[in-house]
């Protein structure tokens, strides 16, 4: 009897991460069946298979599952696009992209890459016309009947395509290699839509083909590993789920940076902007997960559920409130401004590569607690980290003293560490800003497997986990929250972009733009992370 699609309880991973932890506790779904997972063979379709996301992200993910043994080497793995490729070419053109993973210990690398490729067949056919989806419905049931699973076949379709063609390659889909039985997924990859309209429009495409709990609708930054962390974070310690609201903390501030511009990407970001690309999906996600109530279980519905609440609590974005900015070629002349650009046509665009707004969630919980989102591309460093700074203490027996401030380091290297006020060992009455310090590398051993975003948001696919997928009606809302706000930065008074050079920290206003959100910047020359001194402030004298 074929054992369904299912991971032991403990991983190869944990079980040598034990020795350092007093155990683990499996968090699992109120019901058991809450999640449906496929069945032992399972064929996963990838549409676009020529393309780079394919290439880049979702074979190198389905590699990824398959080398930490998380993917039965009887799956079925297809590639499927207009594209003409012999089988082994096709194969050749995926190999440069699998890697090692962090666990530096994979002998049988090279033995695995080539198994894995054989699990790859190429389908060439066209995305409007039935032909090449009959041969992949043909395809998928000889596999089924050589696998006895014809009662009850498992298929999975991974669009890895612009969104043009999401509609009619989900009809032909339907019409072609729909199984009446059994399990049928499609994952789909933003942008869903562009703003409210033609993401109902999109939506009003799909939902007569497909149900919800068929429909996978993914943002990658729902399966990095920190910010799957935030749920178990922030509601499983008491003593942040005390602290976790206006009573406590000042400000919230979301960043990302990254320190590369648009590099040949100009054309599609040009019509898109920072704001659409990683903040309107990516940043406000964390911003969901990161302020909504306590689910009453990890079933993803009430996860769901709970992020739509939070949603429709966050007040409209004040045109006021922003910063826009485009960045101009480096100050040593070595990168190009973004207007320079090749793949940028219009020498007068206007869009924006940096953004920063201010949020406000009005609900009990935060009222009154000023958000920081901000994004920008060509910018000093690659960081997405959170920032949650606490109020002041009450002064009194302390002259001057820092804020407390819980730092969530998403990526590169993933980090939690909270800044505490810490008096001077020995016989000084000093004190010092200082860290309790959760560096993964350090406090996990490179043995722990962290899988990419997308090896884990496969694998929730398989797992029918539909937790870290974004619902239809938490899309709607997103949309309805950014469109109004996207108009006014699009339309015929559109602010004019503040320039900042690449390579710089973004618009010079940024600072002040952070304290007057409620943010504190450590007096100069206290604090650095990680620490590799003490420095020493006379600011407690009375203490
Ligand atoms: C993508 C955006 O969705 O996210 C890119 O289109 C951006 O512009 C990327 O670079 C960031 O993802 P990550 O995982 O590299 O932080």
Not at 182 to 194: A, D, M, S
Not at 471 to 494: C, H, K, M, Q
């Amino acid at each position: 009897m074929p054992t369904p699609y299912r991971r032991q309880s403990l991983s190869r991973h944990e079980q040598r991460h034990r020795r350092f932890s007093s155990g683990y506790v499996e968090q699992k779904p109120r019901t058991d069946d809450m999640y449906q997972s496929v069945g032992h063979y399972t064929t996963f379709t990838v549409f676009g298979a020529s393309g780079d996301l394919a290439k880049k992200k979702t074979f190198p993910a389905l590699f990824g599952l398959f080398r930490e043994g998380e993917l039965p080497e009887e799956t079925q793995i297809l590639g499927y696009a207009r594209s003409k490729y012999e089988q082994d070419k096709f194969r050749e053109h995926l190999r440069p992209f699998f890697k090692k993973g962090n666990t530096s210990k994979h002998p049988d690398f090279e033995a695995k890459v080539e198994k894995f490729l054989s699990m790859i067949h190429y389908v060439q056919g066209q995305y409007d016309t039935d032909e090449g989806y009959q041969k992949l419905d043909q395809i998928c049931q000889e596999y089924e009947k050589k696998h006895n699973t014809t009662d009850e076949p498992s298929r999975i379709f991974y669009l890895a395509l612009p969104p043009s063609e999401f509609t009619t390659v989900a009809k032909q889909l339907k019409k072609n290699c729909y199984p009446n039985k059994g399990i049928f997924r499609l994952v789909v990859e933003k942008p869903f839509g562009h703003d409210l309209e033609s993401a109902r429009e999109l939506q009003a495409n799909l939902a007569p083909l497909f149900t919800e709990d068929e429909l996978y609708r993914i943002d990658h930054y729902l399966g990095k590993e920190m910010v799957k962390n935030l749920l178990v974070l922030r509601f499983g310690n008491e003593l942040l789920a005390g602290s976790w609201n206006k009573n406590h903390i000042k400000s919230i501030q979301i960043s990302f940076k990254e320190s590369f511009g648009t590099q040949g990407r100009g054309g599609y970001f040009d019509t898109i902007g920072i704001v659409r690309d990683v903040m309107q999906n990516h940043l406000l996600q964390v911003l969901t997960l990161l302020t909504m109530e306590r689910p009453v279980s990890f079933d993803p519905e009430a996860v769901r559920d709970e992020k739509v609440k939070v949603l429709k609590a966050i007040d409209a974005i004040d045109h006021n409130d922003v910063i826009i900015g485009q960045y101009t070629a480096s100050e040593d002349g070595k990168e190009p401004s973004y207007l320079d650009d090749d793949t940028v046509k219009n020498k007068d665009s206007k869009a924006a590569t940096y953004c920063a707004l201010g949020l406000q969630i009005h609900n009990e919980r935060w009222e009154g607690v000023p958000i920081v989102m901000r994004a920008g591309k060509a910018l000093n460093e690659s960081k997405v980290e959170i920032r949650i700074q606490y109020k002041p203490v009450a002064k009194g027996m302390f002259e001057a003293i820092q804020r407390n401030e819980l730092v969530i380091r998403i990526q590169p290297d993933e980090a939690i560490y909270l800044k505490i006020n810490n008096k001077i060992p020995g016989i000084s009455t000093k004190t010092s800003l200082t860290d309790l310090d959760l560096t993964y590398a350090v406090r996990y051993s490179d043995d722990f497997w962290i899988p990419d975003a997308y090896e884990a948001l496969i694998r929730d696919v398989f797992l029918g986990n539909h937790s870290n997928f974004v619902r239809d009606d938490e899309l709607d809302v997103s949309w309805s929250l950014f469109t109004p706000f996207l108009e006014y930065i699009e339309g015929p008074n559109a602010p004019k972009p503040e320039l900042y050079p690449y390579g710089s920290k973004g618009p010079k206003e940024l600072r002040q733009f952070l304290s007057k959100h409620g943010y504190e910047f450590a007096d100069e020359g206290i604090y650095e992370w990680p620490v590799t001194t003490t420095k020493v402030v006379d600011v407690a004298e009375k203490l």
